[in-house]
């Protein structure tokens, strides 16, 4: 999954030249709470949030005789650029959904301005927007049931498991796997197209298959 393919691309700019009153405007208008801010190329030079235009109000709205006139003057007053974030973080067009993840976490941000090979802003992804991506993607939304069983952590160990839920004619919608307590095994998570996932679970057993119940995590 790609950046490019989730971010939405009709992003709502605004000139650094504007002033914080249009700014509010915007954000306003489109229901959103940050503005890319960008040149006349449309490169990307600066973001600009709600809370940015809350701070810039904060010193009028302590002085003594602060009015909401008084405020609104200010931001009628004030340019976009004199307040924005000029370091930005940023995804590129050639991101990866993943890549896109790290980012939101590491640096606490809500949403990615996307640019593309010259800086110009392409789009943009948030939060919500990932994911949506990823409940697709793992099926959630189908008819389907959950099963994570435990392998040995050596190449091919998914083959036999696939086989047996093979035998049963139903369709795997999603594979995860994940590190277990046991440095010699891995959890697999399978999404499987059927709600009777009762006599795969059994088989499994059979086989000789660990099979992980939310019970297994209860202290």
């Excluded at 989730?6 to 229901?31: C, G, I």
């Excluded at 190329?41 to 904060?58: H, P, T, Y």
């Excluded at 939304?141 to 086989?163: F, K, Q």
């Amino acid at each position: 999954m790609f950046v490019t393919r989730r971010m939405r691309r009709d992003v709502v700019t605004v000139a650094p030249s504007s002033t914080l009153k249009e700014a509010r405007r915007l954000m306003r208008e489109h229901n959103v709470r940050q503005l890319p801010v960008t040149g006349k190329e449309n490169e990307l030079i600066g973001v600009l949030s709600d809370r940015d235009i809350r701070e810039a109000m904060l010193p009028v709205g302590i002085l003594p005789g602060a009015s909401e006139a008084k405020m609104e003057e200010m931001l009628a007053n004030t340019p976009v650029e004199k307040v924005m974030t000029r370091k930005v973080v940023t995804a590129t067009i050639d991101d990866s959904l993943e890549d896109a993840i790290v980012l939101l976490h590491d640096f606490r941000v809500n949403s990615l301005p996307v640019v593309d090979d010259k800086g110009r802003v392409a789009g943009i992804i948030t939060r919500t927007d990932i994911l949506k991506a990823f409940i697709e993607a793992l099926g959630v939304g189908e008819i389907s049931s959950r099963l994570e069983v435990v392998v040995p952590d050596i190449p091919g160990s998914l083959v036999p498991l696939v086989t047996i839920i093979k035998n049963f004619h139903v369709n795997i919608t999603s594979i995860l796997t994940t590190g277990h307590t046991d440095p010699d095994k891995r959890a697999v998570f399978f999404r499987i197209a059927t709600l009777n996932v009762g006599p795969i679970r059994e088989a499994l057993q059979k086989a000789g298959y660990e099979i992980l119940n939310p019970g297994d995590f209860r202290t």
